[in-house]
């Protein structure tokens, strides 16, 4: 799909995601497990049209997880060159609940920086990891599988 521009071009129509790098304390992140294709990532999802940014991710977080949490900082910007999906990844601080399934997630974890690396695809593992860096916002892009 596209958008005539007048001038004969078209304008790509891009899916605008969000999603949490829950920060713990003692350094450990959030991840869950995903139900439809058994993926490690971090919570998160589509942005709802009246939505702001920070309100897509506490409201995700908590659907998907379980916790409920207050949003810290934008910490990086992803753009999937297959998909035409932007995510805009927040780090976010744990305020409440208790970790449990639900039907966008089998499992939901603590994980540490090694066990984010170990259990995720580059693509995912670098949005947790990016958060816990100070330096960014980063904007990175990437085919579904790899960094560009």
Sequence with gaps: MSNSTGDGQSTPLHSVSVAGAVVR?????L???????GTWELPGGVLETTE??????IREVWEETGIRVEVDQLTGVYKNTTRSIVALVFRCK???????????????EWLTPEQVTERMSEVYAIRLLDAL??????????????LS
């Design 94 to 108: 744990p305020s409440g609940g208790v970790e449990r399934p639900s039907s966008e997630a089998t499992a939901v």
């Design 52 to 57: 702001a940014p920070e309100d897509g991710v």
């Design 31 to 37: 991840a869950i497990r995903r139900t439809d294709n």
């Design 133 to 146: 860096d100070s330096n960014g916002p980063y904007v990175r892009t990437h085919d579904g599988r790899h």
């Design 25 to 29: 304390d003692d350094g450990r992140l």
